[in-house]
């Protein structure tokens, strides 16, 4: 499940959280960032912690004397093994420490208690507490001004401006970075991206699981030293202005005009806030340019300006656009109300109102507007920021595959829509389902795949995380005219192994899109306790990230991992988002059979 928040198509605004993605300032002798010495000299570095916004860096602490050559998913596995659910997890390199931020002050307690003096593979762990990072943004300006005192030149300006490139190909070199390569070549390279995961999960699966070793080698012999063949790639059938979602961040213009919608030049932790609207870009659809173009105007009419993730003053924050094929449009705006009164939002949300549905932007095509309040978050998570419907219909329909589906405004819904539709046909292909089959369809969304389906088996099961995608995916069955189909809502670790257990049909299969992270382990061992689910599609939206589930599906059984094994039969790509270099990997594992004189 690709989460559009984290391509690198649209940024979301700054968020503290995003100051916190560089090295840290922490007063680790091992490891001091640029600019340290000068930023903790000056509180203002800091001021963003005493601020109300969500910050997991006032919740971070420092573990020390880790095993040498220990990686980010040994460490995660090793606190979620104690029930411990950090929010970041930063390492560096071969350093044998790591700092480890939490979302409340109660899980790093939790954390300091249980970790201090724990002993891990013979090294005894030891914890503290860490200072959180300075300002990305502050500490660049220091470093400038110091600079400028000390009599070097910041850079070589002049010159170098007659020769930088266009904004319209800087911004395209950020957000599109194949755009100018053709599009086979695109899909080579994204196929190579591929064949190097089979093969690394070939050498895994010889490390992890010794009884598989003589199926391994014939297989590596057979399809160039990777675990299962790989078929063609698929292609997206539209190569440009394919996406029905982004996310355009208000602020000030690279040109230097203000209350700008667009895509960030840069990112904040490189000390940049400019953004450049999305005119020009090749893969934002002109619907959503439309509306763009409209709300810029409107917000430029309006006496607000855009919030500095800087000062932390300002309004404007962001705009989603969401467009489908049957011509809706829905429009999200983040504002940031500060000490407004509660009569001059009410104003403003009337003026918009009245703006987009008599005034200049009737004919933007939005049919949908929402007000997003996003000022006092206790939370790190934007779902659970309540959206006001301002203008229009709660919802945005989209047609997929023949079927009907409703869009709320935080439901995940594949960002490429025809691309989808190839990879929920192969998907249907792989599953090999019939009238006697149960599916479980695992980070559902608004259900799309297990609808897309459902007609062919007896019954299908979805898992969801969004409660809004829950409501959505149950008025999808109703409208699509199914009565085999449940929703649950939940997390996946927390819901699926429940579901497995109670399922009695002989002929289940799985089909998992979780999000770039990958699945929780404690559902990759429910799938593996789960002897009668004997095949699982797993569609990976970041092969690399998959890998550790890939491995704990295959590796042999032992104290921690219940359940013969699965092995990976067949592979394929399929482009969902061309001009960059992400690719959609599905991955079909069926379970080895023991009995079989094959394994």
Not at 66 to 84: E, Q, T, V, Y
Not at 459 to 477: P, R
């Amino acid at each position: 499940m690709a989460d559009v928040s984290n391509s690198p198509v649209a940024e979301a605004p700054a968020s503290k959280e995003e100051k916190a993605d560089d090295v840290p300032q922490d007063s680790t002798d091992d490891v001091k960032a640029e600019g340290e010495s000068e930023a903790t000299s000056d509180p203002s570095m800091y001021r963003y912690i005493k601020e109300d916004l969500f910050t997991s860096e006032i919740y971070k602490v420092e573990i020390r004397n880790l095993p040498k050559f220990i990686g980010f998913n040994d460490l995660k596995k090793f606190l979620a093994k104690h029930s411990l659910n950090p929010h970041k997890i930063k390492l560096f390199g071969r350093q044998t420490f790591a700092f480890v931020t939490f979302k409340n002050e109660e899980e790093r307690d939790k954390a300091m208690k249980m970790v201090h003096g724990m002993q891990w593979k013979g090294q005894v762990l030891s914890v503290r507490l860490a200072k959180p990072k300075a300002d990305p943004i502050l500490r660049k300006r220091r470093q400038e001004e110091g600079e400028g005192a000390g009599g070097q030149p910041p850079s070589k300006r002049g010159e170098a401006d007659e020769e930088e490139e266009p904004l319209s190909v800087q911004i395209a070199n950020v957000v599109t970075p194949l755009w100018n390569v053709p599009y086979e070549e695109q899909l080579r390279r994204k196929e190579q991206e591929v064949v190097a995961v089979l093969q690394r999960l070939a050498k895994e699966i010889g490390s992890t699981n010794k009884a598989m070793l003589p199926w391994l080698f014939a297989q590596k012999g057979k399809y160039n030293k990777m675990c299962c063949p790989l078929e063609a790639i698929r292609p997206s059938p539209t190569q440009t202005e394919y996406r029905n979602k982004c996310e355009f961040l208000i602020s000030v213009g690279a040109d230097g005009e203000d209350k700008t919608i667009g895509f960030r030049l840069g990112k904040y932790k490189g000390g940049s806030c400019a953004v450049v609207g999305p005119a020009e870009t090749c893969h934002v659809s002109a619907e959503a340019k439309r509306v763009v173009c409209e709300f810029q105007k409107f917000i430029r009419t309006t006496p607000y300006s855009v919030y500095s993730p800087e000062t932390y003053e300002g309004n404007w924050k962001q705009l989603t656009v969401r467009t489908t094929r049957t011509k809706q449009a829905m429009a999200v705006v983040f504002f940031n109300p500060q000490k407004l009164e509660e009569e001059e939002l009410d104003a403003l949300k009337s003026s918009m109102r009245k703006y987009f549905t008599e005034g200049e932007g009737k004919d933007s095509g939005v049919t949908c507007l929402y007000f997003v309040r996003e000022g006092q978050r206790t939370s790190p998570n934007p779902e659970d920021l309540p959206c006001e419907l301002v203008a229009g219909e709660g919802c945005i329909h989209e047609e997929l595959l023949g079927l009907k589906f409703r869009i709320s405004p935080h439901s995940f819904f594949q960002v490429n829509t025809g691309a989808a539709e190839v990879l929920y046909s192969a998907v249907g292909e792989w599953a090999q389902l019939d009238q006697d089959s149960t599916v479980l369809d695992v980070c559902c969304g608004t259900g799309t795949i297990g609808i897309s389906l459902a007609k062919r088996v007896r019954k299908v099961i979805g898992i969801e995380l969004c409660q809004e995608a829950v409501e959505d995916a149950k008025v999808n069955a109703k409208l699509n005219g199914l009565s085999n189909v449940e929703f649950h809502c939940g997390k996946a670790e927390d819901v699926f192994p429940n579901i497995l257990n109670a399922l009695v049909s002989p002929n289940v299969t799985a089909i998992v899109d979780p999000p770039r992270a990958g699945l929780h382990s404690k559902v990759i061992l429910a799938i593996r306790r789960a002897e009668h689910l004997k095949r699982l599609v797993y569609v990976a939206c970041n092969a690399k990230a998959a890998m550790t589930n890939f491995i704990d599906l295959c590796r042999a059984p032992s104290n921690r991992v219940h359940g013969a094994p699965f092995r990976p039969v067949r592979a394929m790509a399929v482009d969902l988002f061309p001009q960059t270099m992400h690719v959609e990997m599905l991955l079909l594992l069926e379970r080895v059979d023991y009995n079989s004189q094959q394994q």
